[in-house]
């Protein structure tokens, strides 16, 4: 018989929008000493500091979300043809560009998503092709590559 391991479904956000108000948070915190997994001495440091948080319906994993996360967060996993991004290059974009165009391409250069014509469709293996503001062809990239504007 096989045994299926339910997961709980987790969630993310500012610490002050997670709760009604201040009263509750510490209600929260006398009982599962959030403000302390947070590495806070005490709930009103927290409650001020407002960091960006992860939990789900267990109360241990609880916990406070650094800076590499929030930006990992902030990434895209699918691309919309004909919108606007961010060219920041990941590490497979950085090593193997696939034109000197996206090799040369400067970190926040503004890009939109395109088809190509006899060519796979945009997301197809998580890649996409791209072109600058002037309407010129760069290439075809990770859409890990691409934050939103």
């Not at 001020?48 to 996993?77: C, F, H, Q, W």
């Amino acid at each position: 018989m096989l045994i299926k391991k339910r997961v709980a479904k987790e969630w993310t956000g500012r610490l002050q929008a997670q709760y009604a108000d201040f009263d509750e948070f510490v209600a929260y915190d006398e009982m599962y000493g959030l403000a302390e997994r947070l590495g806070y001495a005490s709930a009103e440091e927290a409650w001020e500091d407002n960091p960006m948080v992860a939990g789900s319906t267990n109360p241990a994993e609880y916990r406070r979300i650094d800076k590499r996360v929030r930006r990992i967060l902030n990434k895209v996993e699918r691309v919309r043809v004909g919108q606007w991004y961010s060219w920041n290059p990941n590490a497979w974009d950085t090593l193997m560009a696939t034109t000197p165009e996206t090799e040369n391409l400067p970190v926040g250069t503004r890009v939109k998503v395109i088809n190509l014509h006899g060519a796979p469709k945009a997301n197809t293996m998580g890649h996409c092709y791209i072109e600058n503001e002037a309407g010129e062809f760069l290439g075809m990239v990770s859409v890990h590559s691409l934050d939103k504007i």
